[in-house]
């Protein structure tokens, strides 16, 4: 049993930085990820993170502005987001792998999600 509990969100203008914070309560899985929601869409990956070797995995649309990391001794994941654009509004989770039989930037393959964090880009 994996609890996950995200901190960090806020309101921030266009171009601010905010860090997001999932601390893994129990056992951690080999594959974390960060995912967001935005109003009336689909919940969608951002980035991923092998908790193990550290081998990241970002979407297109937040490559190159945010940077997941793991602290594997405070057993706690981050999601540094820089260059924050209106479009990145959204509800922010946390995510453990507990599923391999499909892609891992796929939702259905987490099985433990953290009660989620608000971030609103204003511009």
């Known amino acids: 049993q994996v609890q996950l509990v995200e901190s960090g969100g806020g309101l921030v203008q266009a171009g601010g930085s905010l860090r997001l914070s999932c601390l893994a309560d129990g056992r951690s899985s080999d594959t974390m990820g960060w995912f967001r929601q935005a109003p009336g869409k689909e919940r969608e990956f951002v980035a991923i993170?092998?908790?193990?070797?550290?081998?990241?995995y970002y979407a297109d649309a937040v490559k190159g502005r945010f940077t997941i990391s793991r602290d594997k001794a405070k057993n706690t994941m981050y999601l540094q987001m820089n260059s924050l654009k209106p479009e990145d509004t959204a509800v922010y989770y946390c995510a453990a792998r507990t599923r391999y039989s499909g892609s891992k930037y796929h939702t259905g393959e987490y099985g433990y999600w953290g009660q989620g964090t608000q971030v609103t880009v204003s511009s």
């Open positions: 993170i092998n908790w193990q070797g550290g081998s990241t």
